[in-house]
């Protein structure tokens, strides 16, 4: 019989929701996880995920609810070996030393049938395991240090085609000003597009920012549980966002209600550009009826098909 002294300790109880999963996700973080990556079904964009550091799992459970049959979802994080240098290995003594594989996998097996694909070790490595062009959403949350940064940031540029969506964190943190060096360097010369920025997090793409905000915009406008507004950065337009008391993403009637205030948004525009088109065609028809008459009545009476008196 084992004593209680001897006795191993007792496994922690299986998290039942995000909040039971330690880690650093604001819920206005999880919120625009859950947009972003709802907005990409809808239009039918499909690809991979890659999460670059997951610490102990909370978004990428929330990203694995997303994933659709035939994508694969990667996770990239050193987890409990060691760094491939003293300074990344400090890092990780210093910031993750309770972080394992295995309470990686506990946590998001409460939550999914099928663990993601795990490459334990250096997110340089990633490239090895994910194709270029193959992905849609990457989220890169590894490194602090500036070469690490530049790097994942550089490997998700190969990884998504030009319309994928990469997300940051920590850019901006005062004890992570190597994040910030490698983000905004990536916008002012790596061609990086910003799209929104929250307290914690960037979000940008290498293709159309300008649509995607447009509909980020329409769906800010029907919530009142997240301060937004519009600045310009380096000749581009960039969202702010800050949380107000954001709700859970996974509310069915609040998410009913926003997409048909989106889709009531989308019909009003549609139906403003099919007004314009009318009135062109009909000023192009006008047009083209008064040019064809004036010629008609200038052709010979005979080529109109007149007789001779």
């Not at 300074?87 to 996998?105: V, W």
């Not at 340089?124 to 395991?129: M, P, V």
């Not at 969506?165 to 000003?177: A, F, G, K, M």
């Amino acid at each position: 019989m084992i004593s209680p002294e001897t006795a191993p300790p007792a496994s922690p109880a299986a998290p039942s929701s995000l909040d039971d999963v330690k880690g650093w996700f604001p819920k206005l973080d999880q919120l625009l996880f859950t947009w972003f990556l709802e907005r990409q079904e809808r239009l039918g964009e499909r690809g991979d995920l890659v999460e670059l550091g997951s610490y102990l799992g909370k978004s990428a459970i929330l990203m694995g609810r997303h994933l659709r049959d035939g994508e694969t979802f990667t996770v990239c994080d050193l987890f409990d070996t060691d760094a491939p240098d003293d300074s990344n290995q400090a890092e990780m003594q210093g910031s993750y030393s309770t972080l394992t594989r295995r309470a990686f996998e506990s946590n998001y097996r409460a939550f999914h049938d099928r663990l993601p694909e795990i490459v334990q070790g250096p997110t340089s490595l990633i490239l090895d395991h994910v194709q270029p062009e193959t992905c849609r959403f990457v989220h890169v949350d590894a490194s602090h240090l500036y070469e690490h940064v530049r790097a994942d940031i550089e490997a998700a540029h190969v990884m998504l085609p030009a319309g994928g969506l990469i997300v940051c964190d920590d850019y901006r943190s005062e004890h992570t000003p190597g994040v910030s060096a490698a983000v905004w360097g990536a916008v002012a010369a790596g061609g990086l597009r910003p799209i929104c920025v929250t307290t914690q997090k960037f979000y940008g793409t290498w293709g159309d920012a300008d649509t995607v905000q447009d509909d980020l915009l329409d769906w800010l406008g029907t919530r009142d549980d997240a301060w937004h507004e519009v600045q310009q950065v380096a000749g581009r337009r960039l969202v702010r966002l800050k949380g107000k008391g954001a709700t859970r993403p996974y509310n069915e009637a609040g998410r009913l209600k926003e997409r048909l205030a989106q889709a009531e948004k989308r019909l009003a525009r549609s139906e403003e550009r099919l007004a314009r088109a009318q009135k062109e065609l009909e000023a192009v028809r006008g047009s083209v009826s008064f040019r064809v008459g004036r010629a008609a009545t200038a052709l010979p009476r005979a080529l109109r098909g007149g007789r001779k008196a």
